[in-house]
């Protein structure tokens, strides 16, 4: 079984920079794409940034040119560089990995951005 954990959530200010971190255990070569979601209060689980096995990137427009989604070379933790962060950035981010089976989400890091 898959599982994910995400680390590296916090406080910071509008401007700062704030590195996510996600480590998966278990199944991890049934993993195609891992991905980077966030959530706030009343709103839908959102898409900021993806990576699929080849390598290849997607990003939420609102984010492009400001963060960026890795791997290391195991390719069993996945990476979100938040740089130039707003207020708007502020949000639940969940850590996704994409399987045969379904997805796989991990329970989530909370990231404030204080203006």
């Known amino acids: 079984q898959l599982q994910l954990m995400e680390s590296g959530g916090g406080l910071v200010q509008a401007g700062g920079s704030l590195r996510l971190s996600c480590a998966s255990s278990?199944?991890?070569?049934?993993?195609?794409?891992m991905a980077w979601y966030r959530q706030t209060p009343g709103t839908q689980r959102e898409l900021v940034a993806r990576?699929?096995?080849?390598?290849?990137?997607n990003y939420a427009d609102s984010v492009k040119g400001r963060f960026t989604i890795s791997t290391n070379k195991a390719r069993n933790a996945v990476y979100l560089q938040m740089n130039s962060v707003n207020p708007e950035d502020t949000g639940v981010y969940y850590c996704?990995?994409?399987?045969?089976?379904?997805?796989?989400w991990g329970q989530g890091t909370q990231v404030t951005v204080s203006s």
């Open positions: 996704n990995a994409q399987t045969p089976c379904g997805p796989v």
């Open positions: 278990g199944r991890i070569n049934a993993i195609t794409s």
């Open positions: 990576i699929i096995a080849s390598g290849n990137t």
